[in-house]
């Protein structure tokens, strides 16, 4: 499968991709090669099985992956044999597993020691420290994004 990859790897070149974009795909799809040559796997791309790309994701996960590290490493495999089954290599793609589910951290919340000292940098006795404590008590309790927020025109308001 290696004159494939470089294949691949030509792809993105003349498509336009970045230097970034081909280093992760030689990467993230060499590891896979790797894989498959540790496992005495052919090297044939109509070979690889669903079980094939399985086995090696869930190696990614025994050997302390990530979630978000292994589900970019699926997605690469995805785009590489969507690819040669684009230009009939294979029949079908053998990435059929479901990306793993990337849990979702708690966003950190402001220490109230920290919101009283920043509240303190804005004296409500002046005109910007009464739209700046605003500002940061809108953000605070209404879930408004900043982006949002900076958005607003005065004729938004009513």
Known sequence: M????????????????????????????????RFLEDHGHTMLPGDVAPDDVLGHLADLMERGRKP????????ALMTFFNRAEEIKLIDENPVQTKAPKIPRRPKSSLKPEHLEKLLDLCPVNTF?????QSIIWLLLTSGTRLGELTQINLEDLD
Do not use: C, M, N
């Not at 910007?128 to 700046?132: E, F, N, P």
């Open 128 to 132: 910007l420290g009464a739209r700046d």
């Open 68 to 75: 978000r590290t292994v589900r970019s490493r699926r997605q």
């Open 2 to 33: 290696p004159p494939l990859l470089d294949l691949y790897l030509k792809y993105h070149l003349v498509e336009g991709h970045t230097a970034a974009t081909i280093k992760f795909y030689r990467k993230e799809v060499g590891l896979f090669l």
